[in-house]
């Protein structure tokens, strides 16, 4: 059975700081994985997806993260934390059957 | 283009009663897929439809069921609603099934309290 882990419900970062958003998958199948951000009384909006072509993956609003088979991570970065950024971050995973398996969230606050 | 739209975005129900949330999904999108968002279990799949005929379900009572119509529209119905059915619900469509190496595009949500 596919898995998501993301450690960490909530992380802080300072204006400018590194953002680093961690999800560990299980899948017994190559994966699917996806990066989806929550804005307040907002649906999910696509940051970046991996589906087995480059193992770093560069999305919207300059995150980026990178696929590690051998540690089964796909963890979301972002150089320089903005005040926009503060929302609820989802990691998941599918094994293409059309369902995805999401991870708990972690909400992100940045502080000026 | 118009991305995902559901309607309505709020709505307010009675326990026992019944409900049905709509989604349109982008145009040429042939898959509707349908998912459950509750601060106590995060976000759960419900069941996905392509082509008018739903190909995965998930662990959800026969309470929970869903249609597609041949313009790619999709409805949930909830009967008999409980306390617990109140949640976001989130509509997401993609272009082809399965559609996970294309990519899945979300709607807004319906935010339904039982009262």
């Known amino acids: 059975a596919q898995s998501v882990t993301q450690l960490g419900s909530h992380v802080s970062v300072s204006e400018g700081a590194l953002v680093l958003l961690r999800c560990n998958y299980s899948?017994?199948?190559?994966?699917?994985l996806f990066w989806y951000v929550q804005y307040p009384n907002q649906g999910l909006q696509l940051l970046l997806k991996?589906?087995?072509?480059?193992?770093l993956v560069k999305g919207i609003n300059g995150f980026e993260a990178e696929f590690k088979k051998s540690e089964t991570s796909f963890h979301l970065t972002k150089p320089s934390a903005h005040m926009s950024d503060a929302a609820e971050y989802f990691c998941?995973?599918?094994?293409?059957?059309?369902?995805?398996?999401f991870g708990t969230g972690t909400r992100l606050q940045v502080f000026p | 283009k118009a991305g995902v739209t559901q309607t309505p975005r709020y709505l307010i129900k009675t326990r026992g009663q019944q409900v049905t949330l709509s989604c349109s999904p982008i145009?040429?999108?042939?898959?509707v897929s349908w998912y459950q968002q509750t601060p106590g279990q995060g976000l759960q799949f419900l069941f996905e439809?392509?082509?008018?005929?739903?190909?995965n379900k998930g662990n959800f009572p026969g309470r929970f069921s869903g249609r597609q119509f041949s313009n790619s529209r999709s409805e949930m119905n909830v009967s008999t609603l409980e306390l617990g059915d109140s949640a976001l619900y989130l509509c997401?469509?993609?272009?082809?099934?399965?559609?996970?190496?294309?990519?899945?595009?979300f709607g807004s949500g319906t935010r339904l309290t039982v009262v």
């Open positions: 145009s040429g999108h042939r898959s």
């Open positions: 899948s017994s199948v190559p994966p699917y």
């Open positions: 991996y589906t087995s072509a480059a193992t």
């Open positions: 998941a995973v599918s094994d293409n059957t059309d369902k995805l398996i």
């Open positions: 439809y392509f082509s008018e005929t739903q190909r």
């Open positions: 997401a469509s993609s272009l082809q099934t399965p559609g996970s190496s294309y990519g899945y595009t």
